[in-house]
């Protein structure tokens, strides 16, 4: 075969998945329609579970480098009360502001680093595949390979060619979103990163906000805008330059002066959630799973999150010791993150609308987010933070691991960085007891485990707890991590 694992798109989701693959030591090829990076940024910043997910793998660091501020706060709906990211004991209680591009860019090196790399100009045309095996035409040519992973966007051929089902809501409202360079900026342009920007908002539901997103000196600004009544026949044709620059001269002030316009494209109120994240020997992931309005810039997350999870399950299917139904809690740990995602945007569709009903929905939400319990709620639905996965026992089980010091100055994070499964615990019996999985689990003792109540926690490589004392350890081993080595 030419490849374990074919990839299909290598946005952000691809990109994770090829490397997590890659870790595992599996063979990908990662497969992309484009030319090459467009340098167009989509999304702009991690959530703090993605922060920590990556930081896991010891990608952090290099997308920090390139953030252009740290957010303590989000929003929902725009709502006045800020949602809190604080008190969830995340190293990381804070958005980081980053381009889509500078995300792929450290994605893309580190992944470069195992051996792999794009293979752009590669449109997937077909999709065959048995019991056995996948095919994949792109560029004029079959290539074949045990598994295939749809990570191709919203308009997804994999997901298409699948037959899977796309159901929910169509689109009913259309706005813009646009880069573009300023040179004399409108009165009350802000001209430091900062996400509430500059809002406007018409009695007749048209809005506009703008905000700067490069370095200073650059004057790059992201525009989000939307004009009552405007009627959009094609979604997907291209943005006249002159209509960007009208709407932010109409918003801001003819004075603001529209040196480039460097992309833009629609985006709509659309919801849709695939109804398996697999079909056989092929799996969806990112966007070609669930789409929805891009509030609070969960899809970016999502998709790496979606990734991460899929990743090692799929790396030890392929090394040959994943236990039976590994492969299968991949859609039943990720359906739900999804389903949930679309119920909350879509809630926030509805705050956002215009009319007497909708201003006192508002007013009374306002107040109850105002309450530390809904505050929390919210913000630990938006960062991620919140996921829990029904792994079977209670809590710490199936929630993510809070990062702590060591005592030899490292974080317990860090001993991610290879993929590995991570047994902690305070008793040096259960370091012996997992040697037999040595390579799949890195055991090691701590003196404590702060924050848990626990002499002992066995965490998935996606850094999820999946055992605590109480039963046996070596049934969760041979849960999560197949037989032991002979």
């Excluded at 990839?7 to 490397?19: D, E, I, M, S, Y």
Aim: aromatic share 8%.
């Amino acid at each position: 075969m030419d490849a374990d694992v074919i990839v299909v798109g290598a946005g952000p989701t691809g990109l994770t998945l090829a490397h997590e693959l890659a870790l595992g030591g599996a063979r990908v090829a990662l497969l992309d329609k484009g030319p090459g990076r467009t340098g167009e940024s989509r999304a702009l910043n991690l959530h703090p579970r993605t922060a920590e997910m990556l930081a896991l793998r010891g990608m952090l660091d290099g997308a920090e480098e390139q953030a252009r501020a740290r957010l303590e706060t989000t929003h929902f709906a725009h709502l006045p009360v800020p949602l809190a990211l604080d008190g969830w004991n995340s190293r990381y209680p804070y958005q980081v502001a980053i381009p889509q591009a500078e995300v792929e860019k450290v994605l893309e090196e580190h992944l470069a680093a195992l051996g792999v790399r794009v293979q752009w100009n590669s449109e997937v045309t077909g999709i065959e595949q048995d019991e056995e095996r996948v095919r994949v035409q792109a560029g004029g040519k079959w290539v074949e390979a045990r598994y295939l992973a749809g990570c191709d966007g919203g308009r997804s051929f994999v997901r298409k060619q699948l037959g899977v089902e796309f159901p929910g809501l169509d689109a009913r409202w259309f706005g813009t979103v646009s880069d573009v360079v300023l040179g004399v900026t409108g009165e009350g342009i802000a001209t430091t990163w900062d996400t509430k920007g500059s809002p406007r908002m018409r009695p007749d539901g048209s809005f506009a906000n703008i905000f700067p997103i490069g370095k200073e000196s650059d004057n790059v600004y992201r525009i989000f805008y939307s004009v009552a009544d405007q009627v959009i026949s094609d979604q997907r044709a291209k943005v006249p330059d002159d209509e960007v620059i009208a709407a932010i001269q109409e918003f801001y002030g003819s004075q603001t002066e529209v040196k480039e316009v460097r992309w833009a494209s629609r985006f709509s109120d659309a919801s849709r959630l695939a109804e398996h994240y697999r079909v056989g020997r092929a799996f969806l992931a990112g966007d070609a799973a669930h789409v929805h309005l891009p509030l609070g810039g969960q899809g970016l997350n999502t998709g790496v999150q979606d990734a991460m999870n899929l990743g090692w399950k799929l790396a030890a299917e392929i090394a040959g010791w994943a236990p039976e139904g590994l492969l299968g809690t991949y859609h039943g740990e990720r359906h739900p993150v999804g389903a949930a995602v679309l119920t909350n945007t879509r809630a926030q569709v509805a705050l956002g609308q215009k009319g007497v009903e909708h201003d006192a929905l508002r007013e009374i939400f306002t107040q109850l987010i105002k309450l530390p319990e809904a505050n929390r709620l919210l913000g630990g639905a938006i960062s991620g933070l919140s996921i829990r996965y029904d792994l079977g026992g209670d809590e710490p089980v199936g929630a993510r691991l809070t990062d702590f010091a060591l005592p030899d100055g490292r974080w317990a994070g860090e001993l991610f960085h290879q993929g590995h499964g991570v047994l902690l615990t305070t008793r040096t019996e259960l370091v012996a007891e997992a040697a037999p999985w040595t390579g799949r689990v890195d055991a090691v003792e701590v003196p404590e485990l702060p924050d848990l109540a626990t002499e002992a926690v066995l965490v998935r490589p996606d850094g999820y707890i999946c055992w605590v004392p109480g039963t046996p350890l070596t049934e969760a081993l041979h849960r999560w991590f197949g037989a032991p080595r002979t």
